[in-house]
């Protein structure tokens, strides 16, 4: 979706290093040179900041961009004159124990509460991003709609500053590590028409529901296909009038139960809740041709059959019972 090529990519919770790794095979799959981008990153534990220096150093990734040290995001940005262009993040979900400041500059939109870090991920990534910048994080799906502790306010604030491109409701069970569904969410700094796409989305946030896509590895893990993954770019890019999508010819509609196009009134009229099935609606169904009143005839015929039919079993089953019994 947000198909990063150059400038400044960051990570503000990196992990290993796997965000930086993927953009670098975003871009040799699309002929570009990964010199074009460079790298920032933090992470809180040490073992992790050093796997993620060494995963780098493996790909030939500059990785000085993850600082001299581990730091926490919160106590300590490590990079806190950097603008990015694109942030890639997956933040631990719902922490009740962070480095909360109320005094911090980053909370423009409202302080968040002192037992969920996810709307002080938001708004350091928010912070972060350069004029033009973009953001996809990955949150836990009640971040779409929670009104705890003033994170609806935070919400709203956000919304009306017009900084929410798109939100997509993926399926379950993608992370091994947890059970908790997860959305994704998509930042602009910049939706007019321009460098970014050829449509003027001011206004407009798109919601996509994916949590029907993927398939099941195993019992304990689903996975989107190539083809689920290139569906939802598209998507977005067909609603955006990016380059790629012109190129392929792509020309967004919406589509129920799938993808929808709001705006800003109507995500206010719904108490700026987030969640894509608020919005979509429900897929089209296709008419079998059937005519309603010789379908409501056969359907009720059928349910007066399965009546007559459970009448009969009940009564044998009573004779049996009574058989053993006697």
């Not at 570009?32 to 030939?60: F, V």
Request: glycine share 10%; aromatic share 8%.
């Amino acid at each position: 979706v947000l198909e990063p090529s150059r400038g400044r990519v960051y990570d503000p919770c990196c992990g290993s290093g796997g965000m930086f790794v993927q953009t670098e095979k975003f871009i040799y799959a699309h002929d570009g040179d990964p010199k074009d981008i460079a790298i920032y990153g933090q992470e809180s534990i040490e073992e992790t900041w050093r796997m993620a220096k060494m995963n780098l150093a493996i790909h030939g990734i500059d990785n000085k961009g993850l600082g001299a040290r581990w730091g926490d995001t919160f106590a300590r940005d490590q990079h806190p004159d950097v603008q990015m262009d694109y942030v890639l993040a997956n933040p631990p979900f719902n922490i009740k124990d962070w480095a909360r400041n109320e005094e911090d500059p980053r909370w423009r939109f409202g302080v968040p509460p002192a037992n969920n870090a996810n709307y002080a991920w938001i708004q350091h990534i928010l912070y972060k991003l350069a004029s033009g910048g973009r953001a996809g994080v990955v949150m836990a799906n009640g971040s779409m709609s929670s009104n705890s502790n003033g994170e609806g306010d935070i919400r709203a604030q956000i919304v009306e500053a017009d900084l929410v491109s798109c939100m997509i409701a993926l399926p379950t069970q993608l992370f091994r590590s947890t059970g908790i569904p997860v959305c994704v969410w998509f930042f602009a700094k910049d939706k007019t028409a321009g460098k970014q796409g050829s449509a003027d989305r001011s206004g407009e946030v798109l919601f996509i529901d994916a949590r029907e896509m993927g398939y099941m590895v195993d019992r304990a893990e689903r996975a989107l296909s190539d083809e689920d993954i290139v569906k939802i770019g598209d998507t977005y890019h067909s609603w955006r009038g990016s380059a790629s999508a012109t190129a392929k010819g792509i020309v967004y509609e919406d589509v129920p139960g799938f993808c929808k196009s709001a705006t800003l009134a109507e995500i206010k009229a719904a108490d700026y809740a987030l969640t894509p099935g608020r919005y979509v609606g429900a897929a089209a169904v296709e008419d079998d041709g059937e005519p309603i009143e010789e379908k409501i005839a056969r359907l009720k015929s059928e349910l007066l059959a399965a009546f007559d039919e459970s009448a009969r079993l009940e009564k044998v089953v009573r004779e049996q019972l009574e058989r053993i019994s006697g």
